[in-house]
């Protein structure tokens, strides 16, 4: 049952993640680089992203899967309805998830997002 919740929250259709691009707010760190959007209500929802050129298959899912244990975190603490997207960078791969976390509550206390 967890996991649907979790999959009903997930960002997975291009056009979801390119209006979050186009009209949200960025935040760049050298792990991870997150784009929040309001929205006027709803849920918190959020899609991870990490491209080839951070590494092969099982890089890739190491640095998604690290950002995802960050956040599993963090999700109950924001308050309101946002867009997320989160994409991975090189040294995500190499980082561990709670100095993730602490990256991810800075970025989303800048936002104003978090309790």
Known sequence: ??????????LNKNFQFQQVYRKGQSYVAPTVVTYILSKPRGQVRYGITASKKIGGAVDRNRARRVIRAALS?????????????FVARKATITTKSHHLYSVLHSQFTKAGIIR
């Open 1 to 10: 049952m967890k996991q649907k919740t979790q999959k009903k929250n997930m």
């Open 73 to 85: 975190e963090l999700l109950p603490d924001i308050d309101g309805a946002y867009d997320l997207v």
